[in-house]
C-alpha cells in the first residue's frame, strides 16, 4: 500500500485501486517489462487504472501497463499483441523457441 502513495498520496478511494496502483508500479520497477490489467471493462479498477497508466508508467521509469480488454468488454487481441512487441522487441516476438526434446525425439 505504501508503493501507492507516490500515485495516490490520500490512498482513496479504499479498495483494489490502492492496491492495483502499487502492484503495477512495483512490478515495472522490479523488472516486468508488461503489466497486464485484467479488470473488467466498467469496474472502477479498470476505469481509474486507465486514467493512471501515465503516472503508472513514469512513477515506475521503466516498462508499460496494458488494459486487457476494449470498451466492449472484449478481448483486444490486437493492443496485447502489440504490447508484447512493443516490450520484446521484434527480434524475440517473432522468435521461434526450439521444441522441447521429447517432442523433437518423437519427431
Known amino acids: 500500500m505504501e508503493g501507492s502513495r507516490a500515485l495516490l ?3 482513496r478511494p479504499a479498495g483494489e485501486l ?3 496502483l502499487g ?3 512495483a512490478e515495472l520497477r522490479h523488472g516486468a517489462q508488461v ?3 485484467v479488470a473488467p471493462h466498467g469496474c472502477m479498477v479498470a476505469s481509474m487504472g486507465e486514467l493512471l497508466t501515465p503516472a503508472i508508467e513514469a512513477c ?3 516498462g508499460r501497463v ?7 468488454g472484449d478481448l483486444d487481441e490486437e ?3 502489440l504490447a508484447v512487441l512493443k516490450a520484446l522487441g521484434p527480434e524475440r516476438y517473432l522468435q521461434r523457441r526450439p521444441a522441447p526434446a521429447a517432442e523433437r525425439a518423437s519427431r
Not at 66 to 72: M, R
Open 66 to 72: 496494458q488494459h486487457l480488454f476494449s470498451a466492449e
Open 9 to 11: 498520496p490520500t490512498l
Open 79 to 81: 493492443l496485447l499483441g
Open 35 to 37: 503489466v497486464l490489467n
Open 18 to 20: 490502492v492496491t492495483y
Open 23 to 25: 502492484e503495477a508500479a
Open 60 to 62: 515506475a521509469g521503466r
